[in-house]
């Protein structure tokens, strides 16, 4: 594998849970990975694909863990849907399965959207939810039968957990393509286009980001997808031996955020 020369990265893209933190659980190399970061006077902006949370949650939450942040240091799988949906439905009635928070967000975007079935949608709209309900998977059956668009925040099969994992909105998709035959189109990583808003929002180039995450089929392929440097750290759920087997390969792979601080603290 490649190494990175770190002394040119003035953007880090980090992944949270299963990177930093497990749960509510920080890493013990988070805050030394953050300070080190800080020194070397680059920046950090966090990416998830968990639809479930508003940004203003996960400032809450990193807050909690220790970690100052604003909104403005997060793109999430959601900023990307809501970009895409403007682009493709921005009048068209959309039905949303997924959290109240996923719900709120497309609706404060200024996009048209129900809880309601009825003829007039035009597409669904998915993300991780965690206040699903077999009426909300009997109504998008129902309306997927039907010609209407198929759009998924993030393609995610779990979301880890302190106990382990639970199904993720991936996991949701596969059971409704057995049902109706449809795939979502999925907008979160690996597709590109939150490296793209975050690369954007922080004025700097591809060769100056990196990537670090857990997750092969998403992290990584998302910074290999966009062209940037990518590091997979083995805390959370990836391991190299899926890398292999899936035919994805990160510049480096280290054991956790830690490590990544120690070769930092010696530039």
Known sequence: MNKIDFKHKKLYLLDMDGTLYLDNDLFSGTKPFLAQTKALGARCIYLTNNSSKSVEAYVSK????????TGEDFVTSVDATIEYLKQHYQNDLLYVLGTASFYSQL?????CVTTKRSEDIK???????????????EDASILLKGNIGYVA????????????????????AEMLQHATGRTPLFIGKPQTAMVELAIKRAGVTREETVLI?????????????????????LSGEGTEEEAR??????????????KIAEILSAL
């Open 62 to 69: 990193m807050n909690a863990l220790g970690i100052a942040t």
């Open 245 to 258: 087997e899936r035919h994805i390969s990160p510049t480096m792979v280290v054991e956790d955020i830690g």
């Open 213 to 233: 995450g857990d997750r092969v089929y998403t992290d990584i392929a998302c910074g290999i997808n966009a062209g940037i440097d990518t590091v997979m750290v």
């Open 107 to 111: 609706e404060m975007s200024g996009l």
């Open 153 to 172: 925040a993030n393609p995610d099969l779990v979301c880890p957990t302190a106990y382990g994992y639970v199904p993720d909105c991936g996991s949701v």
């Open 123 to 137: 597409a669904l709209v998915m993300g991780f939810d965690t206040e699903l309900t077999f009426s909300k998977l």
